[in-house]
């Protein structure tokens, strides 16, 4: 009789157990899941059989792309977006998301030519502005940029949405010579926003505001790896754009060797050393 029930037990037991994926979409659907949960190695190896089993799947291809990228594999991300290229060409989000990792190998050319072919076939997607417009920024296009990341705010959603444009679109404008335009964004940040990403942005223009101290700025750089490039470049800028090169440079070398060199403050603090550089032999 106990044997009877143990065995009855045991059945109820594995019954209960979910079943493995076999196909290449319940593949497709577990990496999904561990994507969410942040389970990258996980997420990975799903891909990979829910590709070994559906290659032409080009959805596949793309969040395989976006895994190797989130594992910093940027070099291996790049040809599974290309991938999935081949397989559905001129797809804007295979080719908004090469974009993005070209700008995370400092391949800013090859950004902007990805970013501009996806702008080309999809208006409403403000990620791809955000990304074109950075690229741009990177390259000295500063005009260009302001009109790439105007239209990213243009698009935007939420307070987050909000400060991720204008925290590239004011400097954007500032150095394209367009003050007033600069000053009209900047005033788009307000007191007691509801910031759920973006802290570390915010804290950059209410700097720019002069409603938070250099002090308090960089207080926020110890907070993770991620918050060092990004609130150093940050106090760099301002001090960039008040004319305190010493101070800028400072706090651009800081940025740039950070923990996190695929960081945009990172790639973005390399990008003006270089130029400051260039200024401060030209000006001595």
């Known amino acids: 009789m106990r044997l009877a029930i143990l065995l009855l037990f045991t059945a109820a037991v594995f019954a209960q157990e979910p079943q493995a994926p076999k196909s290449a979409a319940e593949f497709f659907a577990a990496g999904n899941a561990h994507f969410e949960k942040r389970a990258n190695e996980e997420a990975l190896a799903a891909y990979d059989k829910a590709i070994a ?7 596949f291809h793309i969040a395989r792309c976006r895994t190797l990228a989130r594992l910093q594999r940027h070099a291996d991300a790049i040809p599974a977006c290309t991938e999935a290229l081949r397989l559905k060409p001129n797809d804007p989000a295979a080719l908004r998301w090469r974009g993005h990792f070209h700008i995370n190998r400092r391949e800013f050319k090859q950004a902007i030519a990805d970013l501009t072919a996806a702008e080309k076939r999809k208006q409403d997607d403000s990620a791809i502005y955000y990304h074109l417009g950075l690229a741009q920024y990177l390259t000295g296009d500063f ?8 239209r990213c705010l243009d698009l935007a959603k939420n307070d987050d949405d909000v400060i991720a444009a204008v925290a590239w679109l004011y400097p954007s404008l500032e150095r394209a010579g367009k003050q007033a ?7 788009r940040i307000k007191p007691q926003m509801d910031v759920k990403e973006n802290g570390t942005y915010y804290d950059r223009l ?34 960039l754009l008040n ?5 800028a440079r400072k706090y651009f070398e800081l940025a740039s060797t950070s923990e996190y ?4 403050g990172h790639i973005a603090a390399e990008a003006e050393l270089k130029s400051l550089s260039k200024y401060l032999k030209t000006n001595k």
Do not use: I
Not at 181 to 187: G, P, R, S
């Open 143 to 150: 005009k260009a940029a302001a009109r790439a990341f105007q």
């Open 261 to 264: 060199p695929t960081a945009f």
């Open 181 to 187: 335009e600069a000053k009209q964004a900047l005033a």
């Open 206 to 239: 209410l700097l720019f505001q002069g409603t938070k101290s250099e002090a308090e700025v960089a207080e926020g750089m110890k907070k993770d790896a991620l918050s060092r490039p990004t609130a150093g470049y940050g106090l760099g800028l301002w001090h």
């Open 243 to 247: 004319g305190r090169h010493p101070e």
């Open 53 to 59: 089993l559906d290659a032409k799947n080009a959805d």
